[in-house]
Structure formats: C-alpha cells, structure tokens
C-alpha cells in the first residue's frame, strides 16, 4: 500500500515537472518571437520634460585627436538634417523635425529601422537647448555615440556617428 501511494505520488511530480518544462519552453519561445512588451512612450514632447529635466544631458567627450578639429569643435546647434552612414538604408538624409525625432522598428518612429538588433521604440532625438539630444529609451542592444554607450541623454555634436543595431548616422547642417 505505501509503495504504491509512493509511486502515485512519484507519478504526479514527474507529470507536474513535465508541464512546467513545456510551459517554459512555450515562453521562451513566445518571448523570441514577439518580443518582451513594450512601456507605452508619453504622448508629447510636455510629458516626457520630467524625465528629461531630471538627467542633465552631458556632453560627450572628446575623442581621440583622429577626429578634425572642425568636427569635434562644431556642436549640434546648426544640425538640419540626419544622414545615415551605415546600414541598410545607407545615404538616406531626413530633415530633423522641429522637436523630436523618434527612431525604432515600430512603424510609428519618425526614423524607421528594420533589423534584429534594433528595439520597437529604441531612441529619440530631441531639440533642447538650441542643440540635439539623443536618449536611448531602454533598448535591449542599446544606442551608442562616438562608441560610447548612451545611458543618459546626451548631447550629439555636429558628424559625430551614432549607432543603434546595424545603422550608423550623423548630424550635418
């Protein structure tokens, strides 16, 4: 009787840790497929401003004197227009809009970019202070500008590239 309720109770267990591991392999695979769920961005400029006057965007540093001194000099103020450099969409140039440019998948961005390294809502650029500002809006792979990786946002000066997955830009006049 007891080596009967033992192996009953075996049974259950193992019927128990086979479901579990078929359920951890449905999410792991609705995860890849779908993405983990994105943070609705604020509708405007006005509410996302908390966040911004929080961090003070810091401005990058000054790379290795390979750059000219005209580019490292220049700052982000005269920026027009965003020039892809790299990447699929490579020679594309779009004017900057008056406050904010939002760069993703997502066929809602103001900059569209398609590839497995970039997120739905990746980045934005933003008009603040007579200057471009680049924030990364928690993407998986990040935003990085000179090379460095973008955690606060943080001023773009004028031919400076920045990367998000497999697209590089600048800002020129």
Do not use: C
């Amino acid at each position: 009787m007891t080596s009967e309720l033992t192996l009953f109770v075996l049974k259950v267990a193992f019927l128990g840790l086979m479901w579990a591991f078929v359920f951890a392999v449905v999410y792991a695979l609705r995860t890849d497929l779908f993405g983990q769920k994105v943070r609705k961005l604020p509708a405007s400029v006005d509410a996302a401003a908390p966040v911004i006057a929080t961090a003070a965007p810091v401005v990058a540093a000054t790379p290795a004197p390979t750059r000219s001194p005209n580019a490292s000099a220049a700052s982000s103020s005269g920026a027009s227009r965003l020039v892809i450099t790299g990447g699929a969409k490579e020679g594309l140039e779009i004017a900057l809009p008056s406050e904010q440019l939002t760069i993703g998948r997502s066929s809602d961005s103001g900059l569209v970019i398609r590839d497995d390294y970039t997120s739905t809502h990746h980045a934005r650029l933003l008009n603040w202070n007579e200057g471009w500002v680049i924030q990364d809006l928690d993407s998986t792979n990040g935003t990085y500008l000179d090379g460095t990786r973008v955690i606060v946002p943080t001023q773009v000066p004028l031919n400076t590239p920045v990367k998000i997955g497999t697209t590089s830009f600048e800002l020129r006049r």
